[in-house]
């Protein structure tokens, strides 16, 4: 395994023995990533951007790594954005996970709402580390929108 590379991916953050998230890695971060174990990678990014690799897909699956990419725009995330990627998560619960967008703003936020409603955490627990960034109103407002409509479903998950 190559964790200490993996670590020093911009904005890495250890979530849980299954889930790991980051900023744009680049390719031989990627490579990294692949000789950890993780088995998927999830970009929340967009694609085209300066931040972004030109054929991430292609990398990815080249490691034999799955790719899914469920591009979130930075000025408006969804909550249709929000359910790809639980159904994401969902459909993989068994497999090691790498979420990333740009700067692991998108990720985080995501997982937070993940480890909320799927795997029913506590709302400052699983909210903790994104409580430390630095979000844009309208992220805050997604995320207060998003705990509202889950508030009565969370918890109805399984386990990380």
Same mark, same amino acid.
């Given at each position: 395994? +190559?964790n200490?590379?993996?670590?020093?991916?911009a904005n890495?953050?250890w979530v849980?023995?299954?889930?790991?998230?980051?900023g744009?890695?680049?390719?031989?971060e990627?490579?990294?990533v692949? $000789?950890?174990?993780?088995?998927?990678?999830i970009n929340l990014g967009?694609?085209?951007?300066?931040?972004s #690799?030109?054929d991430?897909?292609r990398? &990815?699956e080249?490691?034999g790594?799955?790719?899914?990419?469920?591009?979130v725009?930075?000025? $408006?995330?969804?909550?249709? +954005?929000l359910?790809?990627?639980f159904?994401?998560?969902?459909?993989?619960?068994?497999k090691?996970?790498?979420?990333?967008?740009a700067?692991n703003?998108r990720?985080?936020?995501? #997982?937070a #709402?993940? $480890?909320? &409603?799927r #795997?029913?955490?506590?709302? +400052?627990?699983?909210?903790?580390?994104?409580r430390?960034?630095?979000?844009p109103?309208?992220? $805050?407002?997604f995320? +207060?929108?998003?705990v509202d409509?889950?508030?009565?479903?969370?918890?109805e998950?399984?386990?990380?």
């Amino acid at each position: 395994m +190559d964790n200490e590379q993996v670590q020093s991916i911009a904005n890495y953050r250890w979530v849980s023995e299954r889930i790991g998230s980051s900023g744009q890695p680049s390719e031989a971060e990627l490579e990294a990533v692949a $000789r950890s174990g993780y088995q998927v990678v999830i970009n929340l990014g967009l694609v085209g951007e300066d931040y972004s #690799l030109p054929d991430e897909r292609r990398v &990815v699956e080249a490691l034999g790594l799955e790719y899914v990419h469920i591009p979130v725009v930075w000025e $408006r995330p969804t909550q249709d +954005d929000l359910e790809q990627f639980f159904a994401a998560m969902d459909a993989r619960k068994e497999k090691r996970v790498f979420v990333h967008c740009a700067a692991n703003m998108r990720a985080s936020a995501f #997982l937070a #709402l993940y $480890r909320l &409603v799927r #795997l029913g955490w506590p709302v +400052d627990r699983a909210f903790r580390v994104v409580r430390t960034m630095q979000f844009p109103a309208v992220w $805050r407002q997604f995320m +207060d929108a998003m705990v509202d409509r889950y508030a009565g479903s969370a918890g109805e998950g399984q386990q990380s």
